[in-house]
């Protein structure tokens, strides 16, 4: 079926140091990639996005960068804080049909203080 | 702004029940999308409406359904409730302008439970 898959289900980092989060998508026919993350008790909330276009975008203390020979696609952050401590999800979505956009199955963050 | 709406936050049912979730969109978002939050399967889409129709679909069994109103408001009903249908119920609206983008705005979720 439609999958999206992380290389990693947990991560614990130091804060202040920079964290990476990977994701493997696996239908080439998508063209947009997004990151969410979701803390407790809350829906996802939209991070950055970047279309197949571009190999790189950049945020305010996030980079996405996307490798589609690979299908990979990870999400950069910097100086990571305890803020930052909540479930990531890489989510695709096609040209076509911009509104189903499909989600991995989430990176947990533990950012130590 | 207000945000998107869910309601109800909470609710318990017995198998074989039935269920009917609200969900409200961002003032001007004519897109709503509906997602199964479970630990075991992660985020997985139910269906999107725009206008009052069904768009996209998901792959979902037919006790769930959905549907949306003239002002974008959206509900979401399971029949014949299952074990397996306990599961944070996750509502996203967007403004579909032309497609630039596809950034969706969640609710908090309906969690529902059945016993």
């Known amino acids: 079926g439609e999958s999206v898959g992380l290389h990693l289900p947990t991560l614990s980092v130091q804060e202040g140091d920079n964290s990476i989060i990977n994701c493997a998508y696996s239908?080439?026919?998508?063209?947009?990639f997004i990151w969410y993350k979701q803390e407790s008790g809350k829906g996802p909330q939209f991070i950055i996005d970047?279309?197949?276009?571009?190999d790189k975008r950049q945020g305010q203390r996030v980079t996405v960068l996307l490798n589609k020979t690979v299908k990979h696609l990870s999400l950069q952050i910097a100086a990571t804080q305890p803020g930052d401590s909540a479930v990531y999800f890489c989510a695709e979505s096609l040209k076509t049909s911009y509104d189903k956009v499909i989600f991995g199955p989430g990176t947990s963050l533990s950012v130590i203080p | 702004k207000a945000g998107v709406t869910q309601t109800p936050r909470y609710l318990i049912k017995t198998r074989g029940q039935q269920v009917t979730l609200s969900c409200s969109p961002i003032s001007g978002h004519r897109s709503v999308s509906w997602y199964q939050q479970t630990p075991g399967q992660g985020l997985q889409f139910l269906f999107e409406y725009f206008s009052e129709t069904q768009r996209n679909k998901g792959n979902f069994p037919g006790r769930f359904s959905g549907r949306q109103f003239s002002n974008s408001r959206s509900e979401m009903n399971v029949s014949t409730l299952e074990l397996g249908d306990s599961a944070l119920y996750l509502c996203?609206?967007?403004?579909?302008?032309?497609?630039?983008?596809?950034?969706?705005?969640f609710g908090e979720g309906s969690r529902l439970t059945v016993l």
């Open positions: 239908n080439s026919a998508s063209d947009y």
């Open positions: 996203a609206s967007s403004l579909d302008q032309g497609r630039n983008t596809g950034e969706l705005f």
């Open positions: 970047i279309r197949s276009n571009m």
